[in-house]
């Protein structure tokens, strides 16, 4: 049997396992690397802990880490009740600031990972405290960040224009741009109803003035589903000010830790998005830092480190190291184009941008999908811009999936959640996406310029 084949049926039985009994698939694609990756695709342990990704696994560790500390001397419950004064106190209003938020961070340059490790940690605090689905929020942070990853100075589009050009195809940057946000963005409304969001509008939580304690909002609308509980004033947490608050609801002074915190976090924010400095050894160099002026306090911050996460990820992305090197992804995408029908050829690049996407480098994914689509689209018998704005839409939206950076930062962020079921609940979003995000992007954006 040829290595490619035993890679793939590997790959089913480990999803399979872990599917039906409680073993992390971190460790069963980890035994996987190495037995089918010695035995079959003729690697030595050495080659197999080359695809080991110690960027990412940096990258995780350091987010976890700084943000445990942010969360343990209040500094995130700051940033949330920033948060809620921004948008006068209504709930329904913050995935859609997230959102917008994170899609100006990478149309503006900054890399997906780096925008998401930012900002996820503080929405899905928030989602935490007001009773909104984490899904919901993390999501929204993904699909906010891949909505504007496209613009023509951001890493993708940048990477995208460039192949296009190079290889002298019709180029559209701002197609390709707006392509991807307007297609994100229809994906963040439908996701903002179907997870609860109906509920949450009509819904506001109390406003306190920092500086007298003050309500400048004291009036809580009960709106379409709005959860039952006390009128403003009875000491439920979803309707009051979030933490960090007295027994009164006045918030607390911030502290010379909180200052010293919000300064940390903003130059790893500044040095990651400005200078492109890995945010990893950046998030665990402040955290670090900052444990220094209170070691006693943020002893246990290292336990608060998503570890479960950090397993499955490096894992599996070794595991996919294995694929790769034996050639796999290659085999399948040759089978691909051997059938010459330019519209089927298409849907099915865009399926396999986006299957491989869900756990290999999305930028990486994107230039191979067009160099695959490159020859049958020189002949000019399917529009080419179309088929460039559905590979690049299909081979990014996956990056919902818990086994790509952007997923994994939402899963090792969230909290008071069951993580077990929140993973389950990620890898179920993110399959249906990989099912049909594909074959939707494909209808919208190939489908019209055949006909």
Do not use: C
């Not at 990412?56 to 976890?64: F, H, K, Q, S, W």
């Not at 405290?129 to 960040?145: C, E, Q, T, Y």
């Not at 069951?418 to 996406?433: A, E, H, P, T, W």
């Amino acid at each position: 049997m040829s290595p490619e084949i035993v890679t793939i049926l590997a790959l089913v039985v480990i999803f399979a396992v872990a599917t039906f009994l409680p073993i992390n698939m971190g460790a069963l694609a980890f035994t996987a690397a190495f037995i089918v990756g010695t035995l079959s695709v003729g690697l030595s342990t050495d080659d197999i802990l080359g695809g080991f990704p110690a960027e990412l696994v940096v990258t995780l560790i350091g987010v976890t880490y700084l943000f445990a500390i942010a969360q343990n001397n209040g500094t995130v419950d700051l940033l949330v009740r920033g948060a809620v004064r921004l948008v006068g106190g209504h709930v329904a209003a913050i995935p859609w600031i997230m959102f917008a938020v994170t899609a100006l961070l990478t149309a503006i340059g900054a890399l997906s990972p780096a925008a998401v490790a930012i900002i996820a940690p503080i929405a899905l605090t928030f989602a935490a405290r007001h009773g909104i689905s984490p899904l919901l929020m993390g999501m929204m942070v993904i699909h906010g960040a891949q909505g504007g990853g496209f613009s023509p100075i951001s890493v993708y589009g940048v990477t995208v224009n460039t192949i296009v050009e190079d290889e002298g195809l019709t180029s559209s940057p701002v197609t390709v741009f707006l392509g991807s946000l307007f297609f994100n963005l229809a994906i963040a409304l439908v996701l903002f109803f179907a997870l609860g969001g109906r509920g949450l509008l009509g819904r506001k939580v109390e406003v306190v003035t920092a500086d007298t304690g003050e309500h400048a909002e004291s009036t809580t609308v009960r709106g379409h589903g709005a959860p039952p509980g006390p009128a403003v004033g009875g000491g439920d947490d979803q309707d009051r000010g979030v933490g960090a608050d007295d027994a009164a609801g006045r918030p607390q002074p911030v502290t010379f830790d909180q200052v010293l915190t919000l300064v940390g976090l903003a130059a790893v924010a500044v040095l990651a998005l400005v200078f492109d400095i890995n945010i990893g050894f950046l998030a665990i160099t402040v955290a670090t830092v900052l444990a220094l002026f209170a070691a006693a306090r943020h002893k246990g911050a290292v336990s608060q480190i998503s570890w479960s996460t950090v397993l499955l990820i490096a894992g599996v992305l070794s595991y996919v190291f294995v694929l790769q090197e034996a050639g796999t992804i290659d085999y399948v995408g040759e089978a691909v184009i051997g059938l010459g029908v330019p519209l089927l050829i298409a849907l099915l690049l865009a399926y396999i941008g986006g299957i491989v996407s869900a756990f290999a480098s999305s930028t990486a994914i994107i230039g191979v999908a067009i160099a695959l689509a490159v020859p049958f689209l020189q002949d000019g018998d399917i529009g080419t811009v179309g088929v460039i704005v559905a590979l690049s839409v299909a081979s990014t939206i996956v990056d919902v999936s818990p086994f790509s950076t952007n997923g994994a930062l939402v899963l090792a962020n969230a909290q008071d959640v069951d993580r077990d079921r929140f993973y389950k609940q990620i890898l179920g979003y993110s399959g249906i996406v990989v099912a049909v995000g594909p074959l939707l992007a494909w209808l919208v954006f190939v489908v019209p310029g055949w006909l």
